[in-house]
């Protein structure tokens, strides 16, 4: 046993086989639910009745302010209002097969902690081998050494499992032989009636971190943001249950990014993003919380369309609305647990499988807030107005006329890209600029008196360089860059079939697109990765936690001191130039506009002017 973490001996499964390394917790009971929602499907578990049909799609060139001319299915609340999200019946049905899932994500989201590492089976989710609970390590270790800890831990206990799955296994048909540690794995699997179930089991353990401090605060924060996404999915003839699905996507966090490339509050992946909302140099409509939810909405609403089932149309919206098609067709199936029972696909894994159960089982946790967390603070909604421009126009005039400062005109409109934000592009007309509330009237006069200088009918042209190397073509860069081989010969002034040499150095002009209409679906994961804030936050952690104690310093020999790496400094000088704002500097740095502020002791209303030197953060 570990000196530095003494063990809880609790009632729980495999103890006395796990029993050196973290704190064990015994699994809390599964929540009482809702009378209302603890009715099951019939056993056969139907295909549910199909609502009415959902209205066509707009076809204004701006969507958001097409769903305003919308009948509403039911009248408008205030903004202020957020709607409890309806019962799941019989739109979102609650299968007999994916209770128990449903009660184990019910725990993850509102029961367990981030400190707590719930060891399970990804083949029957609801097989919970052990809880292992770091809480007390986190008291006592830095981030960087509890992070190693834990993972040795989950995985020590995931190999103790396995190799007790492969011994239940082989012993099933002689349970006499069991000892202690298998006859409790041997009637964990007793309700499942299959002789291959520890087979089945092996290979598949793995660990999953709770959510309970996570969804608490994405609870508090969904304030700002769910009356309007609540109006555009109204708008669209949407049940407003499904503006929960950031509870299971990011958490309700604007900034989430994954691994594989999926960002924002929906977790768009760039290709289907790019068929639902404009994403190119200029504009990534992924970080806007409101663009992102009208195409969402579009999105759902295209996988319902087509699958007409919501079990089956959100299940989609993370596998894929072609895969879930391919697998009803092949295994002749109708309903999701037709699918999660008989579609052999490695795509269609353990994600796609629990996507629909967590949603319903965090829209739950919403729903009984009280009983998991107790009273929660929301944030007050985001108030704006919203204007359109004509003409292209620099970013910084654009807030000039509303009168917002760099950090709440930043936030009321995310989706630029620094290249725009930086005054080196402009922002293009027809695109949704939001004002604070009130300011749409003064920023219409005031635009209204722009003068030549200031708005523009054209975009400004920033090239991309690209050095040819041996093999490449004219047809080949333009595959590659998403542009046509006119427009890099135009550029160039040479002929499109002109033959390139290694070494030349040739313009690319960039890669336009407009709004784009509803047309399919995206792949995105279900879990959100850690922001750029908190990427920088923790490798400066583990930067620290590397560097050599004192008392080893010392026994360093003085010629290696010579040669030591000069230590880096905290702050790089940046030279405002004409034109620059914090907000430009700040996204140029990928720093926070108020750690700028903070290392030139600047106040809100401070003015930078050309030739200032700031300190940048390193």
């Known amino acids: 046993m570990s000196a530095r973490n003494p ?193 089945k089991a092996m290979g598949t353990t793995r660990a999953q971190r709770g959510l309970q401090e996570r969804t608490a605060a994405a609870l508090a924060t969904s304030g700002k943001y769910l009356p309007e996404m609540e109006r555009i999915f109204r708008g669209y003839g949407l049940p407003t249950r499904l503006t929960r699905l950031p509870l299971v996507e990011s958490s309700f966090n604007v900034e989430a990014y994954s691994k594989v490339g999926a960002a924002g509050l929906w977790q768009f992946m760039p290709a289907s993003a790019r068929m639902y909302m404009r994403l190119d140099n200029l504009v990534d409509d992924r970080r806007d919380p409101w663009t992102s939810t009208d195409a969402a909405a579009r999105h759902l609403r295209d996988d319902y369309r087509v699958l007409g089932a919501w079990p089956l149309a959100l299940t989609a919206y993370n596998h894929g609305r072609g895969g879930i098609a391919r697998g009803l067709r092949e295994t002749g199936g109708t309903t999701l647990p037709d699918l999660i029972r008989d579609y052999k696909s490695k795509s269609f894994g353990f994600a796609s499988k629990n996507f629909y159960a967590e949603f319903i089982a965090a829209s739950d946790v919403e729903r009984n807030h009280q009983k998991h967390f107790g009273e929660v603070q929301r944030g007050a909604p985001v108030a704006f107005d919203v204007v359109e421009t004509r003409h292209y126009v620099p970013y910084e005039t654009l807030r000039r006329l509303c009168g917002a400062d760099d950090e709440l005109f930043r936030k009321l409109n995310p989706a630029y890209r620094p290249e725009v934000i930086e005054g080196k592009l402009y922002v293009p007309p027809g695109h949704l600029i939001r004002v604070p509330a009130g300011s749409a009237k003064s920023f219409d006069v005031a635009y209204s008196r722009l003068s030549g200088s200031e708005r523009f009918d054209s975009q400004r042209v920033m090239f991309l360089l690209h050095r040819v190397k041996r093999g490449d073509s004219m047809g080949k860069l333009a595959k590659l860059y998403g542009v046509s081989q006119t427009s890099i010969a135009r550029a160039n002034g040479i002929k499109k079939n002109a033959r390139l040499r290694p070494g030349q150095v040739l313009k690319v002009p960039p890669h336009a697109e407009s709004r784009p209409g509803p047309v399919t679906v995206a792949i995105g994961e279900s879990k959100p990765q850690q922001t750029r804030e908190q990427k920088r936050a923790e490798q400066a952690e583990i930067a620290a936690e590397k560097k050599p104690s004192a008392s080893k310093s010392k026994k360093k020999s003085k010629k290696a001191d010579k040669v030591a790496p000069a230590r880096k400094p905290q702050f790089r000088v940046h030279k405002v130039a004409s034109g620059q704002t914090l907000s430009s500097i700040a996204a140029r740095y990928d720093v926070s506009i108020a750690e700028l502020r903070a290392a030139n002791g600047l106040k809100k209303s401070s003015v930078i002017k050309a030739g200032q030197k700031l300190k940048v953060p390193n």
């Open 7 to 199: 063990r809880t001996r609790g009632s729980i499964l495999i103890v006395s086989a796990l029993c050196c390394g973290a704190a064990f917790a015994e699994p809390p009971a599964s929540p009482e639910l809702p009378p209302a929602l603890s009715q099951p499907p019939t056993a056969a578990e139907p295909n549910p009745a199909m609502p009415p049909p959902l209205p066509s799609a707009p076809t204004a060139a701006n969507p958001v302010a097409a769903t305003q001319n919308l009948a509403p299915a039911q009248a408008p609340l205030p903004k202020s209002v957020i709607t409890v999200a309806e019962d799941p019946t019989p739109q979102f049905p609650r299968y007999a097969s994916l209770q128990p899932r449903i009660d184990f994500w019910t725990r993850i989201f509102g029961q367990y902690s981030e400190l707590q590492s719930v060891v399970h089976s990804a083949e029957y989710t609801h097989k919970v081998y052990a809880v292992l609970d770091f809480r007390g390590d986190a008291v006592t270790m830095n981030r960087f050494a509890l992070g190693k800890w834990r993972s040795e831990e989950e995985e020590r206990v995931k190999a103790q499992v396995e190799r007790l799955l492969r011994s239940v296994h082989a012993k099933r048909h002689t349970p006499e032989l069991l000892n202690a540690d298998e006859r409790r794995i041997f009637e964990l699997y007793a309700d499942i009636d299959d002789d291959s179930r520890f087979e």
